[in-house]
């Protein structure tokens, strides 16, 4: 991304990051901020703060159930945090009744995972997961010797004898699951198609996503969290306008009956036990 660029000319991103340092989850949302706002405001109906530039207050002090909605001049999508922890069918949710698509990135300090999910009119399209492999040393090593092609029956081979292959059994979920080293990588797109290395570059597979839904991950200095004082003088027409909803409910459910995913996985399985040029960046 081109960080000279003028903020309402961006997209991509400069590196990936989940919205605040302490609680992860970040949501764009294709439509504009009166659309996202209203939304959520009638339906969880809370306390709508709107247009927080003009008022100039800061949203330094937010609390739990706060959320931060925003929206940059030059860009079609408006951007929710913190939403940590939010679970699928609410993305959906959003997605479906605003008739939409979403990027959602979602970090878990405790588990060490991150990832991002693409969903479309109520439906994922595209969902990239890393973080820290729990899967038995020893069967990695065992499958770390074995080709691609030979791991799913060496995997239902196990299974009949009754041995232990937890956590593998998923990778049919997938297109790639990856083990590389002590991390693990698993995605799935009815989007494009990669190949399997390319997963091991979760900053590069995100940029191509967003540059091709016309998207910015907002650099993290533009994101009207707890700036200081005179934040607004200096950045605030960047920005078409800034929300605080205070929630007095959960999201609503409306997706129940939708199946969320079509994918056709691929299931292709690698393990490499060595992270010899491993690299997020």
């Known amino acids: 991304m081109d960080t000279e660029l003028p903020i309402s000319e961006r997209r991509g991103l400069k590196e990936i990051h989940f919205g605040t340092p302490k609680t992860g989850g970040l949501l764009l949302v294709k439509a504009s901020i009166a659309q996202v706002s209203h939304y959520l405001h009638t339906s ?13 207050e800061y949203p330094q002090s937010l609390k739990f159930m ?65 973080g820290t492999s729990y899967i038995d040393e020893s069967l990695c090593k065992e499958l770390s010797n074995m080709k691609p092609q030979d791991i799913p029956g060496f995997i239902e081979q196990r299974k009949a004898k009754g041995e232990s292959v937890k956590g593998v059994c998923f990778y049919r979920k997938w297109d790639v699951f990856y083990i590389h080293g002590y991390s693990q990588y698993q995605f799935r797109s009815n989007l494009r198609a990669v190949e399997p290395k390319e997963i091991l570059n979760p ?79």
């Open 203 to 281: 900053t590069q597979l995100l940029n191509q996503i967003l540059i091709s839904q016309d998207a910015w991950l907002p650099d993290e200095e533009y994101i009207p969290w707890s700036q200081e004082q005179g934040f607004y003088e200096t950045h605030g027409d960047v920005f078409s306008r800034v929300d605080v909803l205070t929630r007095n409910r959960a999201f609503p459910r409306i997706c129940n009956s939708v199946k969320l995913r079509s994918y056709q996985p691929k299931g292709i399985f690698l393990c490499e036990t060595s992270e010899e040029d491993f690299s997020f960046d």
């Open 44 to 56: 969880m109906h809370g306390e709508l703060k709107s247009d927080l530039i003009t008022k100039q």
């Open 66 to 130: 706060d959320i931060l909605i925003f929206q940059y001049r030059g860009h079609d999508w408006t951007v929710l945090m913190p939403l940590p922890n939010l679970s699928s069918e609410k993305i959906a949710d959003i997605s479906k009744n605003l008739q939409t698509s979403c990027i959602f990135l979602d970090t878990e300090s405790v588990s060490g995972w991150s990832g991002y999910k693409v969903c479309t009119d109520g439906s994922f399209v595209e969902e990239l997961e890393w």
